[in-house]
């Protein structure tokens, strides 16, 4: 059994396309996140959402929005793609918010052309 | 601004050969200090939380402690199978969670 599941596991596109990346956890968790991992392998938080509300929202351009339609699902919409967007993708949850063990999906390598 | 420091950023070992990781950590009322290893395609897998100066857990070869400013993980007498890249992260006062650059450790056979 998945813990927490992303699709797509690769996602290549041109520039200035719209693409979204599905993550979902059954682990009964309340608390989820999307992270950005570069290709110097440095690991950034860009949102947190616990029992569908955000709460943690980082310097991220508009263009990035995230879907949350019940608990254990969390999804991450990329409007007018850029080169820069280039990255590997990774859903995690935790228990709760405060939950310091978090469980990370296998990631999505999105590949802007 | 709160940081987190990891060194050395890459490390190769015979297997055999105990090390340290070292984590160096400028966080805003420190709220955990984690350690997350990640094998090449995967997502990191969390391996232990410390939150306080003193603090020690251990897992199989690992040991992770504690201080004002910094945290070690300890591998004794590593095995190829550890070889994987070492995450270090905080939580601060905000509940904002860091993370460093990652050691990648290589153990030889």
């Known amino acids: 059994d998945t813990a927490v599941s992303q699709t797509p596991k690769y996602l290549v596109t041109q520039m200035g396309n719209d693409k979204s990346i599905k993550c979902e956890q059954n682990?009964?968790?309340?608390?989820m996140y999307w992270y950005k991992q570069d290709s110097k392998k440095f690991l950034k938080i860009m949102f947190s959402?616990?029992?569908?509300?955000?709460?943690i929202n980082e310097t991220v351009p508009n263009r990035f929005s995230p879907k949350s339609p019940d608990k254990a699902h969390l999804n991450l919409h990329i409007n007018s793609l850029e080169l820069g967007d280039s990255a590997v993708y990774f859903c995690?949850?935790?228990?709760?918010?405060?939950?310091?063990?978090?469980?990370f999906g296998p990631g999505t390598r999105l590949t802007v052309l | 601004e709160d940081q987190v420091t990891q060194s050395p950023e890459a490390l190769r070992l015979q297997e055999g050969e105990s090390s340290s990781l070292n984590c160096s950590y400028t966080?805003?009322?420190?709220?955990?200090l984690f350690w997350y290893r990640q094998d090449p395609g995967k997502g990191p897998e969390f391996l232990f939380t410390?939150?306080?100066a003193g603090e020690e857990k251990e897992k199989e070869r690992l040991k992770a402690t504690l201080t004002k400013k910094e945290s070690f993980l300890h591998i004794t007498a590593p095995k190829p199978e550890d070889s994987a890249t070492y995450l270090c992260?905080?939580?601060?006062?905000?509940?904002?969670?860091?993370f460093g650059k990652g050691t990648r450790l290589h153990i030889l056979p």
């Open positions: 959402y616990n029992n569908k509300e955000l709460i």
């Open positions: 995690a949850s935790s228990q709760d918010f405060l939950g310091h063990e978090q469980f």
């Open positions: 966080v805003s009322g420190l709220r955990g």
């Open positions: 682990l009964g968790h309340d608390t």
């Open positions: 992260a905080a939580r601060n006062r905000d509940d904002k969670i860091i």
């Open positions: 410390l939150y306080s």
